[in-house]
Structures are given as structure tokens and as C-alpha cells.
């Protein structure tokens, strides 16, 4: 009687099912990334003005200022709230280890006018050299 043929057990790993879920990932992270917008939820104003050219690799220091006044640095624990010292601190060191630092402001439209000025001024004596404001366009 002849014997039956072994069959060599197959050592491979078929990937294709994980190359369709990475696939699927991929696509679920692409829409869902824009929607994540990190960063404190401030009424920002209007304006008609264009937008910056902003590069996505620039360093940036955002800090924002919510209309019961009080203030968020976007470093570390975004949603902790920090004094006016604290800012001009905080601020004072990432600028001197990187003047080209872009700091920008994003001040809630209820503000009073001189607490964005009294913030642009402690960050300019922090050492920025220029500090923008963040807005948003008008409504269609």
C-alpha cells in the first residue's frame, strides 16, 4: 500500500486582511482629524481680513483668554487655566530657547478691549517680537 503524503505545514502569515483594516483606519483618521480642533472654546470675532500664510511646522504659542477672563497657554494641560504671571513666565521661556517662536492671541469677542491689550503687552515684554490675533471669517 502506498503511503499518504505529508503536507509541510505553511509557516506564512496571510497580511491582505490587515492591509484592509489598516486601509479602513486610515481613511476613518483622515475624516476625523480635521473635525478634532484642539484648544480652548472661544467666541472668537468676525473679520473680513485674509487669512496668514501659516506654515504647520513653524512653532506656534497660542494663548487664549475665554470672556470670564480668564487665561490658557497651549503648553502642557491645555484645559488647566494659568494667571497673567504664569503667561509672561511660561512665555518668557519658550521665546528665549526660540525667538521665532509665532505667538498669537485668541481673545473671546466679549472681552474688554484692554484685557487683549494688557495680554499682547505682557507677551511683547516677554519677548515677542510681534503678537497676531486669531479670528474667524464671517458667516456666509
Partial sequence: MAKAARRKPMAEINVVPYIDVMLVL????????????????????????????IDENEPTLVVSVKADQTYFINTGDAEEP?????????AGKILAANPEVRVL???????PYGVVVNLM????RAGAANVGLITEPPES
Fill in 26 to 53: 486610515l481613511v476613518i483618521f483622515m475624516v476625523a482629524a480635521p473635525l478634532l480642533r484642539p484648544g480652548i472654546d472661544v467666541e472668537l470675532p468676525e473679520t473680513t481680513a485674509g487669512p496668514l500664510a
Fill in 82 to 90: 494659568v494667571t497673567i504671571d504664569a503667561i509672561a513666565e511660561q
Fill in 105 to 111: 492671541v485668541e481673545g473671546d469677542r466679549n472681552l
Fill in 121 to 124: 503687552g505682557v507677551l511683547q
